[in-house]
T-cell receptor, first 116, second 113 residues
């Protein structure tokens, strides 16, 4: 089946620094990518949806200036957490969707972010 | 607004016993329905999905789920649980084939030897 990768798988950073997380679709072209955040023992919450070449659409309550999303190509989307703080520590999961719609949507393995 | 409820936060079953994880959704029409499994520190793996047609769907790892419109439910079942099934299970819906999945709170499955 299709594979979606995320890099890094985990990252630890100091408060105030920025962290970039990559999401790649390895064997298909992802017209849409979704970014989710999952706090410990909780469910996944959608942060934003991005279409290749367009600005991302953010969910209510998600700061677009803090969580910068770039979907520059059909195989790569990046999430940059700017000026990270301890409360941003979370598990970030991306999902990539191909032209086949919901039948071609796959999740990445996630990135564990810890902000000290 | 659409919502998904998984009433059981934590379930413990003995290895070899049967399993049923409950999922109820709130939506005016029939949504696309999914069950995912997440092992500790891992991403999500799709177990099965329902779009239309036969209301009993078969998935991977011996799982199945039944869509019941009258009950707005999509419960996950497995006849005989294995220790490796211990994980977090999420039910999800996509109301309009948008790819925007709404997840339930998750059910943690513990398997006793």
């Amino acid at each position: 089946g299709a594979v979606v990768s995320q890099h890094p798988s985990w990252v630890i950073c100091k408060s105030g620094t920025s962290v970039k997380i990559e999401c790649r679709s390895l064997d298909f072209q992802a017209t849409t990518m979704f970014w989710y955040r999952q706090f410990p023992k909780q469910s996944l919450m959608l942060m934003a949806t991005s279409n290749e070449g367009s600005k991302a659409t953010y969910e209510q309550g998600v700061e677009k200036d803090k969580f910068l999303i770039n979907h520059a190509s059909l195989t790569l989307s990046t999430l940059t957490v700017t000026s990270a703080h301890p409360e941003d520590s979370s598990f970030y999961i991306c999902s990539a969707r191909g032209s086949g719609g919901i039948d071609t949507q796959y999740f990445g393995p996630g990135t564990r972010l810890t902000v000290l | 607004a659409q919502s998904v409820t998984q009433p059981d936060i934590h379930i413990t079953v003995s290895e070899g016993a049967s399993l049923e994880l409950r999922c109820n959704y709130s939506y005016g029409a029939t949504p696309y329905l999914f069950w995912y499994v997440q092992s500790p520190g891992q991403g999500l793996q799709l177990l099965l999905k329902y779009f239309s047609g036969d209301t009993l769907v078969q998935g991977i790892k011996g799982f199945e789920a039944e869509f019941k419109r009258s009950q707005s439910s999509f419960n996950l079942r497995k006849p005989s649980v294995h220790w490796s099934d211990a994980a977090e299970y999420f039910c999800a819906v996509d109301s309009g084939n948008t790819g925007n999945l709404i997840f339930g709170q998750g059910t943690t499955l513990q398997v006793k030897p």
